[in-house]
């Protein structure tokens, strides 16, 4: 019998029907290609040995003057910096009061829920307060008082409620003495988009994609994050929020500060949409800022600069580098991306770079793209001096102009994407693969499940499914790392395992062709033996293993079927191990397709070229 070798174009095509693909693979999860053929990605496992609070939207990391390796990581609710790999608490103070007498309420008996009064307190629900010398009141110990809490109702401007987690003996009694301070971290974001507030607020697409609301309102949006290192020490804003430092030599638990309040602070922006750093020259850069001449109030297109190698000096005057420039088309900034010359910038209609000119205007403005659009803040990344992003119905490319990327499973992902929630898409490279990942919130889904990778080695597409919500590349550390929404950051492409499970599982990883068929499909085929080259690279498992399955089909928009021609799911599902040299199957039909997959513990392959004995035959 004739042995058909079984070889596939490399990356997954959704662009055409299963049946027109024929050569190619059209499905996947948790496989890459290397060389054109299909391999299953990396595991992955815990870089943080604790959870953090929120969900994380922004990761990054740097090394400091004494070697630690340091990383940023801001959530919803809180910042973080995880020196080793505890994530330790740095977010900012709002505000620090001392409380009229007695401010504590008891609410009901048995309860450890307690009214707090604070006139004008300026807090949001889900906010953080630490409380601290007040003494006990009504059964509620100084100990169940004293400490950070979160706030769990904002009754008005004056009040809300905290739980302590006490139980009152008999409720509305007044206590707590009058000594009692209360320290407000700044207000906590939204884990989900909403319509009304802010970027994007509106149906979709309403008054031009991504136009803005006409108010801001602080804590009524997605909250994401951009951070950058300034040497050794952290700059970082919460979109549409104030702009924070953080020292490393104060030690890993002082919390941040705004450069407002640092010493010799002078003309700083008050309000940002994206700050980081030129590397090539050391100005800190606020995008989407207020700016000199109307302090507090927010332009959203203004590009404001530091002088050189000063976070605190923002005035422009001869004698510095400090100074102002703005963008004259879009609505507002989106995005901002560091590349190796310049960076880009990305408004909701258009696309920029700045790049460093020197004296006398430091920094040059040029745009490079109209009618292009970006879905988020976090969808772009750089690749050395190349950026790629997500955009509206497209991907794109800037490597000296902006172009789209063809897709080949450009309807797939568009198709299944939440809309409502595509602000949490984000973007990250895996450069040792050459690999750009996109993870975005599936239609079904409020939250990501979801991502597409480009490779821009091969030039192919790939997708699977997996729930990360922050990504960076690795750079100081020796792994990719990923945040999750259970609250932990992981390693990525390290060991073979998914390690969100505790012991770790086997990574459900499969690939999935489109129909073989003899000629054109005008005869039936009957395959019979199939010849696997399959090599399981550095597996650890003891005996590891694959399924290789056979599927048979007789029209390309009928079910699978038997060896009869009834319309019914008929396979051949054979195990496959390191020496196995060759399965016996029975099926027949038109065409067939090749499926393989895994789920062992400690599993890892790659597919080479399978060879399958068959032949044409009769329907019977």
Known sequence: MPLTKLQFRPGIVRETTDYTNEGGWFDCDKIRFRNGYPETIGGWTRYTSTPFAGTCRSLHNWAALDGDLLTGLGTNLKFYIVDGSAPVDIT?????????????????????????????????????????GATAVDGITTGELNKEHQITEIIDTDSYKIDTGGSATSGSVSGGGASVDAEYQINTGLDTAVFGTGWGAGPWGSGGWGSPATTTIPGAQLRVWSQDNFGENLIF??????????????????????????????????????????????????????????????????????????????????????????????????????????????????????????????????????????????????????????????????????????????????????????????????????????????????SIDRYVVYNY?????????????????????????????????????????????????????????????????????????????LTFRNSSGVSPSATMTIKARNFPGANFIDSYGNSVVRTATVPVQQFTDQVFVRLRGRSLALRVSSDQVGTAWRLGSPRLDMRPDGRR
């Open 92 to 132: 900012p103070i709002r505000r620090t009061v001392t409380l009229g007498s007695d401010p504590i309420e008891t609410v009901a008996a048995g309860s450890g829920v307690v009214i707090v009064s604070d006139v004008g307190h300026g807090a949001l629900l889900n906010d953080y307060v630490t409380i601290s």
């Open 237 to 446: 804003c919460p979109r549409d929020g104030g702009i924070y430092y953080w020292v490393k030599s104060t030690g890993v638990a002082a919390r941040a500060v705004n450069i407002s309040d640092l010493a010799g602070a002078n003309s700083t922006p008050t309000v940002a949409k994206v700050v980081l750093v030129s590397e090539r020259d050391r100005h800190v850069l606020a995008f989407g800022c207020d700016t000199e001449a109307s302090p507090g109030v927010q332009d959203p297109l203004a590009i404001r600069f530091s002088s050189q190698e000063n976070i605190t000096d923002w005035q422009t005057r001869p004698d510095n580098t400090a100074g102002e420039i703005r963008i004259g088309s879009g609505s507002e900034i989106i995005a901002a991306v560091q590349t190796k010359q310049q960076v880009f910038v990305l408004t909701d209609s258009s696309a920029h770079t700045v790049q460093y000119i020197g004296a006398p205007f430091t920094f040059g403005l040029s745009e490079v793209s109209t009618n292009t659009s970006v879905i988020g803040q976090n969808a772009a990344v750089a690749v050395g001096d190349a950026v790629y992003w997500m955009g509206v119905g497209e991907f794109y490319v800037y490597n000296g102009a902006v172009s789209q990327l063809p897709c080949d499973v450009k309807e797939y992902v568009f198709s299944d994407l939440n809309v409502d929630q595509a602000l949490k898409v984000v973007c990250g490279a895996n450069n040792s693969f050459g690999e750009v990942w996109w993870f975005y919130p599936s239609a079904s889904s409020q």
């Open 457 to 533: 080695q091969q030039n192919i597409w790939y997708y699977g499914t997996m729930d990360r919500t922050a990504w960076a590349d690795r750079s100081v550390l020796s792994y990719p790392i990923a945040a999750a929404q259970d609250g932990y950051v992981y390693y990525h492409e390290f060991g073979l395992n998914d390690g969100t499970a505790n012991p770790a599982i086997g990574i459900n990883a499969y690939i999935e062709s489109s129909a073989v068929d003899i000629g054109d499909g005008d005869q039936f085929m009957f395959a019979s033996r199939l010849i696997p080259d």
